[in-house]
């Protein structure tokens, strides 16, 4: 089954206390990108890459890090947490092909940052 | 800088009735992708579909229908004969223009509340 999947659902965490949260796509996508949704602000973009070693920043990166060693996975990295990184965080993938246009969304990340 | 505009912040309509939701772009680009997603009240996110700024033709998926009009840069939604399951926050997006087929930055409307009432 084609799926986008996110570790962990949910995470209760302290400021300060570094944490990842994993994204990983079984359908050999090139392009996967992380979004946070907040009451009020909507959807933003916090980092996209497009292909393996390739990232680059959306509208929100500060105090988050991606890294895209592997095409399946693109882990979300939060340093140091704060809580107004206490958001709902969504992973997606996409394939790069011309005319293949579709988007898949992980579940998402619930997080409380203490 | 890009921006998305969803002026619509909720629509309430009865089930049956046709619905439109509007979205406004600017871009600098002369090249660029737009984008609608929905987000049922069960919070996870769907694609519904991507255009491209050289396409301004028309599209049609079953009761839903897009309308790309790059003159007013709009790129409307309409849901005919809506059903209770439409019920859902609908997100535009614009992208910048990026290496054909590939995906790039989004940015995002604030979303418009579909309420369909039985």
């Known amino acids: 089954e084609a799926q986008v999947t996110q570790n962990p659902r949910y995470l209760i965490t302290v400021t300060g206390k570094k944490l990842t949260v994993t994204c990983s796509q079984n359908?050999?996508?090139?392009?996967m990108s992380w979004y946070r949704q907040d009451p009020g602000l909507g959807l933003r973009q916090i980092y996209y890459?497009?292909?393996?070693?390739?990232?680059d920043k959306g509208d929100v990166p500060e105090g988050y890090k991606v890294s895209r060693k592997e095409k399946r996975n693109f882990p979300l990295i939060l340093e140091s947490p704060s809580p107004n990184q206490t958001s709902l965080y969504f992973c997606?993938?996409?394939?790069?092909?011309?005319?293949?246009?579709?988007?898949?969304f992980g579940p998402g990340t619930r997080l409380l940052v203490l | 800088a890009q921006k998305v505009t969803q002026a619509q912040t909720e629509i309430s309509v009865v089930e049956k009735e046709d619905v439109t939701l509007d979205c406004v772009y600017e871009?600098?680009?002369?090249?660029?992708?737009l984008f609608w997603y929905k987000q049922p009240p069960s919070g996870e996110l769907v694609f519904l579909i991507r255009?491209?700024?050289?396409?301004?033709q028309n599209e049609i998926s079953g009761r839903y229908s897009w309308n790309f009009q790059k003159s007013t840069s709009s790129f409307n939604f309409t849901i005919t004969a809506s059903q209770v399951v439409d019920s859902a926050v609908y997100f535009c997006?614009?992208?910048?223009?990026?290496?054909?087929?590939?995906?790039?930055?989004?940015?995002f409307g604030a979303g418009t509340q579909v309420v369909v009432t039985p």
């Open positions: 997006a614009l992208s910048e223009a990026v290496p054909r087929g590939s995906w790039g930055k989004l940015q």
């Open positions: 255009r491209n700024s050289f396409d301004e």
């Open positions: 871009t600098r680009d002369t090249t660029y992708y």
């Open positions: 359908m050999n996508h090139e392009y």
């Open positions: 890459s497009m292909n393996v070693e390739v990232t």
């Open positions: 997606a993938s996409s394939p790069s092909l011309a005319g293949q246009e579709t988007q898949y």
